[in-house]
C-alpha cells in the first residue's frame, strides 16, 4: 500500500518562470495546484506524458500544446523537439 504526497515547491515554482512545463503522471498535475492554487499559465506551455496525464491537465483547465505519446512522438525527448522545430520556422 501507497500513498502519493505532493512535495512542498512552491519557493521554486514561485521565484522563476518557466517557458514549459512537462507532467508525466496525474499526480504531477495535482502537486502544481497544491503548491500553487491559483496558478495561471500565462503563456507557459504544458506538456503531458499518456492519456491519464493528458487528462487530468486538460481537467484543471490547462491547455496542452505538447502530447506524447504519438505515433510520430513516442517518447517526451521527440515530441519536445517536435514542438521547438515548429517554434524555429
Not at 504526497?5 to 495535482?30: A, H, M, R, W
Not at 486538460?58 to 496542452?64: F, M, P, R, S, V
Request: net charge positive.
Amino acid at each position: 500500500m501507497y500513498r502519493t504526497q505532493s512535495n512542498d515547491v512552491k519557493e521554486l515554482l514561485t521565484k522563476t518562470e518557466y517557458d514549459v512545463i512537462c507532467f508525466f503522471t496525474p499526480s504531477g498535475i495535482k502537486s502544481l495546484f497544491d503548491n500553487l492554487p491559483k496558478f495561471k499559465q500565462n503563456g507557459t506551455v504544458i506538456g503531458a506524458f499518456g492519456s491519464n496525464t493528458s487528462k487530468a491537465a486538460e481537467e484543471a483547465g490547462l491547455k496542452l500544446e505538447i502530447k506524447a505519446p504519438q505515433p510520430q512522438t513516442p517518447s517526451m525527448v521527440a515530441a519536445l523537439e517536435q514542438f521547438l522545430s515548429g517554434k524555429k520556422k
